[in-house]
T-cell receptor, first 116, second 109 residues
Framework: DTAVSQTPKYLVTQMGNDKSIKCEQNLGHDTMYWYKQDSKKFLKIMFSYNNKELIINETVPNRFSPKSPDKAHLNLHINSLELGDSAVYFC???????????????FGAGSRLTVL | GQNIDQPTEMTATEGAIVQINCTYQTSGFNGLFWYQQHAGEAPTFLSYNVLDGLEEKGRFSSFLSRSKGYSYLLLKELQMKDSASYLCSTSGGSYIPTFGRGTSLIVHP
């Protein structure tokens, strides 16, 4: 009964390929996210999505696209993979507190992508 | 946008107390968060401050001064298992959490 699950955990692929990472949450949260953590451990927001609004970090290349079939899923599709895409990708979800405005994230276990 | 600054690495002795500082600049403010991340694992939520002052949760406490754009995480009675990266995070008006580069804490015997 994992709260936020993402697959695959490891992904090794060649430059130029297209790949997807799937994410599902069973917490009933209304917002999901994708973060990229590079080799220096810097956790950087890529996308934020709820059923009303997609917010894209403008520095993310348009080769990356989020796809949300429903509120519980936010998949990440990457076209034409490059060496620099190698990183750990974390999915997360949250529900913003209406009283305090607190937005606590629950993370998936991460997907380590290696581009050769 | 947001700018979050924290030390890259700290070392401490088992049983001691360590304070990890974080300074931030945000457009709007909806809270200051601390997460713990062990090597090879996902970040997990530790604490949250939205008002000035100290929040205590067992061995961990977090402090916030909004006027100074400053927070710290205080870890008491350090244990070897506390060796991890500690991430300072804040969300501005968009409510989207952004993170500092993390402080790698090494606890030695």
């Amino acid at each position: 009964d994992t709260a936020v699950s993402q697959t695959p955990k490891y992904l090794v692929t060649q430059m130029g390929n297209d790949k997807s990472i799937k994410c599902e949450q069973n917490l009933g949260h209304d917002t999901m996210y994708w973060y990229k953590q590079d080799s220096k451990k810097f956790l950087k927001i890529m996308f934020s999505y709820n059923n009303k609004e997609l917010i894209i970090n403008e520095t993310v290349p348009n080769r990356f696209s989020p796809k949300s079939p429903d509120k519980a899923h936010l998949n990440l599709h990457i076209n034409s993979l490059e060496l620099g895409d190698s990183a750990v990708y974390f999915c997360a979800s949250s529900r913003i507190s209406l009283t305090s405005g607190a937005n606590v994230l629950t993370f998936g276990a991460g997907s380590r992508l290696t581009v050769l | 946008g947001q700018n979050i600054d924290q030390p890259t690495e700290m070392t401490a002795t088992e049983g001691a107390i360590v304070q990890i500082n974080c300074t931030y600049q945000t457009s709007g403010f909806n809270g200051l968060f601390w997460y713990q991340q062990h090597a090879g694992e996902a970040p997990t939520f530790l604490s949250y401050n939205v008002l000035d002052g100290l929040e205590e949760k067992g061995r961990f406490s977090s402090f916030l001064s909004r006027s100074k754009g400053y927070s710290y995480l205080l870890l008491k009675e350090l244990q070897m298992k506390d060796s991890a990266s500690y991430l300072c995070s804040t969300s501005g008006g968009s409510y989207i959490p952004t993170f500092g580069r993390g402080t790698s804490l090494i606890v030695h015997p």
